[in-house]
């Protein structure tokens, strides 16, 4: 059974940086990517990076390019998104995601999970 379990959501304030965890186990053989989702309160789920295990592609929204970067620990079966340099339009629910191909699209992605909450307020 595929398990994705976020960690390291909190509140912090503008500028400020948290670190999120993705734990996954069970994953099928043919599902090697992991990407990061967000969805905000009464707005659609938008993509924030993936990552590939085998070469390590990666990829990000422009929301998130020079503040996020994305890493992976296979031996730990988890990836991070480090989110730096936080804005209030980043507050949202973050999930991560276990697919088959890098990319942005939420269509290419399986396996969910439930989410971690990241508010940024002053």
């Known amino acids: 059974q595929v398990q994705l379990v976020e960690s390291g959501g909190g509140s912090v304030q503008p500028g400020g940086s948290l670190r999120l965890s993705c734990v996954f186990s069970g994953s099928p053989f043919y599902k090697t990517t992991i990407g990061w989702f967000r969805q905000a309160p009464g707005k659609e789920r938008e993509a924030v990076s993936c990552i590939g295990e085998t070469d390590g592609t990666t990829y990000y929204a422009e929301s998130a390019q020079g503040r996020f970067t994305i890493s992976r620990d296979n031996a730990k079966n988890t990836v991070y998104l480090q989110l730096t340099n936080l804005r209030p339009e980043d507050t949202a629910v973050y999930f991560c995601?276990?697919?088959?191909?890098?990319?942005?699209?939420?269509?290419?992605?399986?396996?969910w999970g439930q989410g971690t909450q990241v508010t940024v307020a002053s």
């Open positions: 995601a276990l697919g088959s191909y890098a990319s942005l699209r939420d269509a290419a992605y399986t396996y």
